[in-house]
């Protein structure tokens, strides 16, 4: 973001952009897709709950929180364990973990039990799950990463397709119990991904050598200099503002549609339609960023899908039948695959893949906190006004405010740093320093990694 990025792998072995990756892509939409999927999900088990232990609506849906909290809040946890042990070890455990709190919520016996299992212990396990598995598929592409991006986003909106009526089918079938028992099966499924994220293979020992002072580096286990990069900083207040209405409008828009008077299945399908066009939307995106052109301008991608989404929001607050709101959801889910796809490219650009797993930690808990304010704080204020267009106003305030602090924050300030000229003699010094390096270690069987990128 206004400099030259030079994106070296921790091996330093250059990223395949193919091969074994493919797998890695898969395993990491998988991955992607129980994470951001399974929090909704498992809110088809709510009624149930509600019986079985006496409880309100908004005791139940305290479990869905506490999941997102911890797959945000453990960001700067998870980026310890990998730089501490490796992508694949944590992976594991967390499937394990994932698995065990599901399991072991089937047989409790109070909603304070559920917390703690079905929320913190999965929670846990599917953070430490999740920004491993994005960490690892920025270190297989490199040239195609933006479409990797976009292909692995795509398992959210899929997941919860799935997720959602095969929970209403367990629930029919087995209750609640048995429902948890078989999810936390399939949450196993989690450590076979983690088997798929094989590590790149170490260079030779020439190139051994030449990296061993920047292993000293690498060996942080929470790199807090990514503060010192003016792009970092403005992307993580972006990001923060944005989540604050990001996931507003789909939480609220079926209720919005019961309000207006149409069946609760008529109202849950504008849900569907959503999902259905946010899983050709992320990559389609991912292919669009892939583009020549494009690619080194994705910062500014980003930011007009911010600005379309809040638009979206701000054209659906005012919306007075179903028509209008599937309208909307078909606008909404084109905008929210398109964040969707570019949120971790324009990171993994900014940071670099060295930085990634630190930047990815720090980022997530940052947001953790605007998630957790976002939609209770829109649910008070339709409490006091009892009208759902200012929630939607607010959120797309909220996404487009974002979207300007990350373009403008770019352009006049990280553009102007880059034209400094002690900036510019740096960034030509470094330049010329990779190309000598790339004419001096040409590629040996793809094992070495020099991979200059620049972001306006």
């Known amino acids: 973001m206004g400099a030259v990025v030079v994106d070296d792998g921790p091996s330093g072995v250059k990223a395949p952009d193919g091969g074994w990756g493919w797998a890695v892509l898969f395993g990491c939409f998988i991955i992607t897709g129980f994470s951001y999927a399974f929090p909704k ?8 709950l509600i019986r079985e232990f006496d409880i309100g609506y908004s005791d139940t849906a305290w479990i869905s929180s506490i999941l997102l909290a911890m797959l945000y809040g453990t960001g700067p946890l998870c980026s310890v364990c990998v730089n501490r042990f490796g992508c694949r070890p944590v992976m ?20 304070i039990q559920i917390y703690f299992t079905a929320g913190v212990i999965t929670g846990l396990g599917l953070a430490l799950n999740f920004q491993p598995s994005l960490i690892m598929l920025n270190r297989y592409f490199d040239k195609r990463r933006p479409l990797a991006n976009g292909l692995s986003a795509a398992g959210s909106p899929v997941f919860l397709c799935a997720l959602s009526p095969l929970g209403q089918i367990l629930q029919h079938e087995y209750g609640w119990r048995g429902g948890f028992l078989i999810l936390g099966g399939m949450l196993l499924n989690c450590c076979v991904c983690g088997a798929l994220m094989r590590p790149l293979e170490p260079p030779k020992k020439s190139e051994a050598t030449k990296e061993s002072p920047e292993k000293r580096v690498k ?20 990001a923060s503002i944005m989540v604050l209405g990001l996931f507003v409008p789909p939480v609220f828009v079926v209720n919005y549609a019961k309000d207006l008077g149409y069946q609760d299945t008529k109202a849950a399908f504008l849900l569907t339609i959503l999902g259905f066009i946010d899983i050709f ?18 910062v500014y991608l980003f930011s007009f899908a911010m600005i379309f989404n809040g638009f979206t929001d701000l054209m659906g607050s005012m919306s007075v039948d179903y028509g209008g709101l599937v309208v909307f959801c078909i606008f909404f889910g084109i905008s929210y695959g398109m964040v969707g796809a570019l949120q971790f490219e324009v990171l993994m650009a900014i940071v670099g893949t060295q930085k990634f797993s630190s930047a990815i930690g720090l980022v997530l808990l940052a947001e953790a906190m605007a998630v957790l304010i976002g939609p209770p704080s829109a649910g008070k204020l339709l409490d006091a006004t009892g009208k759902y267009m200012f929630v939607f106003i607010i959120a797309g305030t909220e996404v487009t405010t974002s979207a300007f602090v990350l373009a403008l924050g770019n352009f006049f300030c990280i553009k102007k740093k880059s034209e400094d000229p002690h900036t510019k003699d740096e960034a030509k010094v470094d330049s010329i320093e990779v190309e000598q390096f790339l004419k001096d270690e040409p590629e040996k069987n793809g094992k070495v990694v020099t991979n200059p990128e620049t972001c306006v």
């Open 41 to 48: 999900a498992v809110s088809v088990f709510f009624k149930e």
């Open 92 to 111: 594991l455990v967390g499937g394990l973990f994932a698995s065990m709190g599901m399991v072991t919520a089937s047989f409790c016996t109070s909603i």
């Open 219 to 238: 060996k942080k286990l929470l790199d807090f200099s990514v503060f010192k990069d003016g792009g970092f900083v403005i992307y993580t207040l972006a």
């Open 281 to 298: 939307a992320r990559p389609i995106c991912g292919m669009v960023a892939s583009l020549k052109w494009v690619r080194p301008r994705c």
